[in-house]
């Protein structure tokens, strides 16, 4: 068990080093390939970005781990490694701030036109509204964007629909990089350009003792700002601390349908994933119970997206993907990895009539008479009813989480 273990994580580091190296190529490729625009080191510098609004006191981002209700504290407690934040990499409230700056700076993108948040808006529980989301010369990305929202409690190597990233410390300079999403066209660059911008080094001396821009400091700050966005103030957390009193009978049974078709194996934790249980809602890689690492739920029988197979290349991974989190998934449309579902109403859908056998589906559904659970109008409008309820209003209205730059 653990030689297997360990022998995926292995193909992981391997995996996630060759495919930095690929995407360093590819954007020097795009560089030397005479397009029109400026090439590296000669991108225009934003001479006056105006400074970010920051508090006077630094708000609390080292306690926001303390917020969580009970019942999630003792479950943390109880599974002491899903806090993916490393020794090396405590969240301090200065990090967390640069983070929060370097996350809303335009600066970041080749062009200074796109942040991070430009595809993680807070609004919508930090995606952005749209299936395929605009780089900063306007090519759309691949997939989905993705909320980032309670990151720090992801196992290590599941970030990306296809869980392409080691850890989160690695994750946040590859979109800098990407040549789609923000074209930086080096690290090296990258700190150049953020070492000219009059607001930064004050930033970093704060969070790390020394004026000094590093891309590596620059991963840490981002990091630890993701790792305080938490969310678990939604009324499903306040109905698991009151026996669910301020539920209404929809979306109590759509909670019970949720479990006894069991989409929480899937979207929670196994371990209280059954009828009766305090599911948590937070998502974990299913294991032993499929074939592969991530999961698949039968949106297509033969996969153009090979998902996580695409970086394995494993013939049980193919067609499979990172199991979202249903929490605040009603701020996070449209759904799957590639946008394809509008709305809520067509995702359940999916479920209820569209479940395409494939080889790799989760055994949840494998081998199912029907493509699908077939819902009547009343489960359907009872399990929107029950998603509803992980939405978590002070999430999208946090101020420690906004834009500095507003
Ligand atoms: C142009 C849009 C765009 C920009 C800019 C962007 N992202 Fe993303 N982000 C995405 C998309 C699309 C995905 C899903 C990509 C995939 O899985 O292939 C994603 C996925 C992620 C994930 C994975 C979440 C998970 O649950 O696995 C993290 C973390 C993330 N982005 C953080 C960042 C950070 C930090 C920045 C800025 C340095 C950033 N993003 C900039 C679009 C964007
Ligand atoms: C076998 C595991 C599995 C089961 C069981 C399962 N899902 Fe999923 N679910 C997934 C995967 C994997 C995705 C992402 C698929 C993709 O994008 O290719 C997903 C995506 C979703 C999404 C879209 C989320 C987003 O952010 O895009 C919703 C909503 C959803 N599932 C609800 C449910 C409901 C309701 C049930 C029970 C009827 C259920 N799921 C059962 C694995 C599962």
């Given at each position: 068990m653990t030689k297997t273990i360990s022998k995926r994580n292995l193909a992981y580091l391997v995996a996630g080093v060759a495919i930095i190296l690929l995407n360093t190529i590819s954007c020097k490729k795009e560089n030397n390939r005479n397009e029109p625009g400026p090439g590296p080191g000669e991108h225009p510098v934003p001479n006056n970005p105006s400074a970010p609004n920051l508090p006077g006191t630094l708000y609390d981002y080292v306690g926001t781990r303390n917020n969580m209700p009970p019942y999630m504290q003792a479950f943390m407690n109880a599974n002491p490694t899903l806090d993916n934040t490393p020794a090396g990499n405590p969240i301090t409230n200065a990090g967390a701030t640069l983070g929060r700056v370097l996350f809303y700076d335009k600066s970041l993108s080749l062009n200074n036109t796109k942040s991070c948040g430009s595809c993680h808006h807070q609004d919508k529980a930090f995606t952005d509204g749209v299936a395929r989301s605009e780089g900063f010369e306007g090519k759309v990305t691949r997939r989905n964007s993705m909320p980032v929202v309670n990151l720090r409690f992801f196992r290590l190597a599941t970030m990306f629909w296809d869980m392409r990233a080691k850890d989160l410390?690695?994750?946040?300079?590859?979109?800098?990089?990407?040549?789609?999403?923000?074209?930086?066209?080096?690290?090296?660059?990258?700190?150049?350009?953020?070492?000219?911008?009059?607001?930064?080094?004050?930033?970093?001396?704060?969070?790390?003792?020394?004026?000094?821009?590093?891309?590596?400091?620059?991963?840490?700050?981002?990091?630890?700002?993701?790792?305080?966005?938490?969310?678990?103030?939604?009324?499903?957390?306040?109905?698991?601390?009151?026996?669910?009193?301020?539920?209404?009978?929809a979306e109590k049974n759509g909670l019970r349908l949720l479990q006894v078709d069991f989409c929480t194996e899937c979207h929670s934790d196994l371990s209280t994933s059954q009828p009766g249980q305090t599911s948590s809602f937070l998502i974990v890689d299913n294991t032993g119970l499929n074939t592969g690492i991530?999961?698949?739920?039968?949106?297509?029988?033969?996969?153009?997206?090979?998902?996580?197979?695409?970086?394995?290349?494993?013939?049980?991974?193919?067609?499979?993907?990172?199991?979202?989190?249903?929490r605040n998934v009603a701020l996070t449309a449209p759904y799957m990895h590639d946008g394809r579902f509008a709305t809520l109403e067509d995702a359940i859908e999916h479920y209820s009539t569209g479940i395409k056998q494939n080889p790799n589906i989760g055994i949840q559904f494998s081998g199912m008479q029907n493509e699908g659970l077939l819902f009547s109008a009343k489960d359907k409008s009872d399990i929107i009813a029950f998603l509803k309820t992980l939405t978590d209003q002070s999430l999208v209205t946090d101020p420690k989480y906004a834009d500095p730059f507003k």
């Open positions: 410390e690695t994750q946040t300079l590859m979109p800098i990089q990407d040549h789609i999403e923000m074209g930086m066209p080096s690290l090296a660059a990258l700190e150049t350009k953020l070492a000219g911008i009059s607001y930064y080094p004050p930033l970093f001396k704060a969070a790390f003792g020394s004026e000094a821009v590093t891309s590596d400091k620059i991963a840490r700050a981002l990091s630890q700002f993701l790792r305080s966005i938490v969310s678990f103030n939604s009324r499903y957390d306040q109905g698991v601390a009151t026996q669910f009193s301020n539920f209404t009978p991530g999961s698949n739920n039968g949106l297509e029988s033969n996969y153009t997206d090979k998902g996580i197979g695409e970086i394995t290349n494993k013939p049980a991974d193919q067609g499979t993907f990172k199991i979202p989190s249903l």
